[in-house]
């Protein structure tokens, strides 16, 4: 053999060699249309070795002009499916057995590919990564991994970071010793796992979106495969997502990192997701977040969980309404029950909900707790001192602070930023001072307690019971307290407002503590202490009922609607008191001290008002004046009954004045029974007394003399 003849032997060997199998790295292209420019429409064959002709096959022309050839990838060589500029049509490629690559590109402008069958084997050590076939820029398909995935060791990074579209839809196994790198584009691009993985190593979403179908302890195979943590972020304003997109309930041990500032997201729609690990800040010393969102179809969403901060950064948690990429935004709805340190804010906005479960679910007191309006903080256990804002009424009107079950208590302060409604069914204590110039409304059946020093905007109960015991709770000028529904209880503390009480719908009962009502513009104005109109009543079993009018009878204390007295302190002074048309007052027994200046009950058809005076075993309260004072009882009807008296014979004043200037137009008396007693009833406006004396049998006296004026006396027998 001749030198020359020699060459050409050994340069056709080393070409032979190189289309058979690289031997450096290599960038392959994937061409179905031969010598024709561009690539064709994506079928075939990827083996090993892969067929070339002019149907399928490996190229290393990025145009597509060059015939493939048959060739071997390596775990050196850099696969494409398509370029920046020229596309691979929408197609399958199927592998035989196992091939091998480094890398694996996706043309931007590729239809969506898939690869069906087989294994792809990359190179052991390093990282290996399916992405576009460039970064920036947007790609124009998902692209589906039907075959398994193995890489020894090493990392295995989807995405490029920085090109929108890069989505890939991974069906097929990962195995392996690797960790997965995410960095898809946030907010832009999404990972899709729905394999039985097996790969040993953790999980970085260090961009973008990862959606998973089944998430398992560490050590279990699952879309998370088997590793021990997941980081979120990498050191600054990512906003990387993790979806869990699986129907059943799930729930992991997996500790979970957070070094993202951005919009860092944990999001389940659809079955209920449970994180049973340790949340905790990574490294640095930036606040670093989680943010959850979604609300589970069956079940409820949770962290139980430790949320902390970790060894130099903290952490600040918001449950949301966020929606991923490829789905909807929802509002969520988790619950928090671990023992969490963290000492970021808590937010919760978007119409989402955070139960609190555990007295630390809130984290460290440091920062405090925001409920934005149409939002939900649901506290079912003792959360101490935890400042919390609140806004709103909530979710479908439910209550932006509530108990929807069980006992909740409430120590720190909280702030009204706007009118705001709180209660749920269940029982909320609120021992910290609530403030802010707006309205505070009760909503929902269950009862919630205040006994911290409070001062709001106004109050309305909707629903439910609102109890003050203990504490106080001030109304500003000019505001009002309304039960529209269900009870407004003083079981203690204090009561104060200069407006009228509206009981629309619901009742006032006070049974210990005190309620002061004053008088904000004395000097001929009239002051409406009760407004009703509707079944509401003011029910005083004790503790004290005050109105302030002022010095004099220049202002008027005017009363309306049901008024039952049964114990403790009644008292209207200064001004001139009155009953509007249809006001019931009811006397129930002898416990009660009933103090009603200059009261004026005129017969002139808008000032009708009803005594009942119900007599206990013992007697009767009796309604008498401060100081040198008067009642006019033109207007009014007095119904006594002493079904109840056992007491024998006595004196009861019912009204006790300085002056009586109006005679009752109507006294019913009944129920006086008892055998060998009657009883003997004055109103007088000349001795001005408005008497019941009890007397014994057979003493009957029938008496009527005058008019206005005069002594007026009714006799009621014993009952045959």
């Not at 090993?48 to 050196?76: E, F, H, I, K, Y």
């Not at 027994?589 to 075993?617: E, L, Q």
């Amino acid at each position: 053999m001749n030198k020359k003849a020699s060459c050409r032997f050994v340069s056709a060997a080393a070409f032979a060699l190189l289309g058979s199998s690289s031997a450096y790295a290599v960038d392959y292209y994937w061409d179905n249309d031969g010598t024709t420019a561009g690539f064709g429409t994506a079928a075939g064959t990827w083996a090993a070795p892969t067929t070339g002709d002019a149907t399928q096959g490996w190229s290393t022309d990025d145009t597509g002009v060059t015939l493939p050839s048959d060739v071997t990838t390596t775990t050196s060589d850099t696969v494409f499916f398509g370029t920046d500029t020229l596309a691979l049509a929408s197609g399958t490629i199927n592998l035989a057995g196992t091939v091998n690559a480094a890398n694996v590109k996706f043309g931007k402008v590729s239809g969506p590919i898939t690869l069906s069958g087989g294994t792809i084997d990359f190179v052991s050590g390093g990282t290996s990564s399916f992405q576009a076939s460039s970064g920036g820029g947007a790609a124009s398909s998902t692209h589906t991994i039907d075959s398994n995935i193995s890489k020894a060791s090493g990392t295995l990074r989807f995405g490029t970071q920085s090109t929108s579209g890069e989505n890939y839809i991974v069906n097929g196994i990962i195995s392996g010793g690797i960790g997965l790198d995410i960095r898809e584009v946030n907010n832009g691009a999404y990972l899709e796992l729905n394999g039985a993985n097996t790969f040993s190593g953790n999980v970085g979403i260090v961009t973008g979106q990862l959606n998973v179908n089944t998430i398992a302890n560490s050590g279990i195979t699952s879309s998370l495969g088997q590793g021990s943590t997941i980081t979120m972020g990498g050191g600054g304003g990512q906003s990387p997502t993790l979806w869990y997109t699986g129907a059943g309930a799930a729930s992991t041990d997996r500790t979970f990192i957070s070094r993202a500032t951005g919009d860092p997201r944990i999001i389940a729609q659809d079955g209920a997701l449970d994180l049973t690990g340790t949340l905790e800040g990574g490294t640095g010393t930036a606040t670093w977040e989680f943010n959850f969102s979604g609300t589970a179809d069956s079940g409820i969403n949770k962290v139980s969980g430790d949320i902390g901060d970790g060894s130099t950064a903290a952490i600040r948690v918001e449950v949301k309404n966020s929606g991923p990429v490829g789905g909807s935004a929802e509002a969520g709805m988790w619950e928090f029950s671990g023992g969490n340190t963290y000492t970021g804010t808590t937010s919760i906005t978007g119409g989402s909900t955070l139960v609190a479960k555990s007295a630390t679910a809130l984290g460290a007191t440091d920062a405090g707790t925001i409920v934005q309006s149409g939002s939900v903080l649901d506290v079912q256990a003792n959360i101490g001192t935890e400042a919390i804002s609140i806004a709103g009424s909530g979710v479908s009107g439910g209550g932006a602070l509530i108990t929807s079950t069980g006992t909740g208590t409430v120590g720190g302060p909280v702030t009204m930023t706007a009118d705001s409604s709180i209660g749920g069914a269940g029982t909320l204590n609120v021992s910290g001072a609530i403030g802010g110039s707006h309205t505070l409304t009760k909503v929902g059946t269950g009862t919630t307690t205040l006994s911290g020093v409070n001062s709001v905007g106004g109050a309305t109960v909707n629903q439910g019971t609102l109890a003050v015991s203990g504490g106080s709770l001030a109304i500003e000028s000019g505001q009002q307290i309304t039960v529209a529904s269900g009870n407004f209880n003083v079981n203690g503390g204090a009561v104060t407002s200069d407006t009228a009480i509206n009981l629309s719908g619901g009742d006032m009962n006070v049974s210990s503590g005190s309620v002061t009502l004053t008088d904000p513009s004395p000097g001929g104005s009239t002051f409406n202490v009760i407004q009703g109109g509707g079944t509401g009543a003011l029910n005083v079993t004790g503790g004290d009922f005050i109105v302030a009018g002022a010095t004099g009878a220049t202002d008027n204390i005017a009363f309306n609607g049901e008024i039952n007295i049964s114990d403790g302190t009644f008292s209207a002074v200064g001004g001139q008191a009155y009953g509007n048309n249809g006001t019931v007052f009811t006397i129930t027994g002898d416990d009660a001290v009933i103090t009603i200046d200059r009261f004026n009950i005129a017969d002139n058809g808008s000032r009708d008002t009803t005594f009942n005076f119900n007599f206990n075993a013992t007697g009767i309260s009796t309604i008498s004046e401060s100081s040198n004072s008067y009642v006019n009882l033109a207007g009014a009807t007095l119904n006594i009954d002493g079904s109840l008296y056992a007491g024998g014979n006595a004196t009861f004043d019912l009204f006790s004045y300085n002056n009586v200037s109006g005679l009752a137009n109507a006294v019913n008396i009944t129920n006086f029974g008892t055998e060998g007693v009657d009883y003997i009833f004055t109103q007088s406006t000349v001795d001005n007394i408005v008497r019941l004396t009890i007397v014994p049998e057979p003493a009957t006296y029938a008496l009527l003399i005058g008019l206005f004026g005069m002594a007026l006396v009714a006799v009621r027998r014993r009952r045959s």
